[in-house]
């Protein structure tokens, strides 16, 4: 059983940073991938990043170069150091583990950029 806290959200203006936490209790050792998904008001919740087994990454095209993944797994977290933030980031942030063909979501933290 994995369970995922999301922390770190809050208020920023455009062109700040924030960084996000996810403290994942269980084995985050036997998740294949984790990841960081968001959810603007009123779309759909869309991939932001992903951080795989084997070390490697993918990001969401709208935030390559500006967003950093990365685990730390003697915590055991996730973080997600944002920079350069617009208001287009705005939205509610979600950690992601996936073990075997278990989704495990978190209650997810609100980031909110004003211009």
């Known amino acids: 059983q994995v369970q995922l806290v999301e922390s770190g959200g809050g208020l920023v203006q455009a062109g700040g940073s924030l960084r996000l936490s996810c403290a994942a209790s269980g084995s985050i050792f036997r998740a294949n991938v984790m990841g960081w998904y968001r959810q603007a008001p009123g779309k759909q919740r869309e991939l932001v990043a992903r951080?795989?087994?084997?070390?490697?990454?993918n990001y969401a095209d709208s935030v390559k170069g500006r967003f950093t993944v990365s685990r730390d797994n003697a915590q055991p977290k996730m973080f997600l150091q944002m920079s350069s933030l617009k208001p287009e980031d705005t939205g509610v942030y979600y950690c992601?583990?996936?073990?075997?063909?278990?989704?495990?979501w978190g209650q997810g933290t609100r980031v909110t950029v004003s211009s």
């Open positions: 951080l795989f087994r084997d070390g490697g990454t």
């Open positions: 992601n583990a996936v073990t075997g063909a278990t989704d495990y």
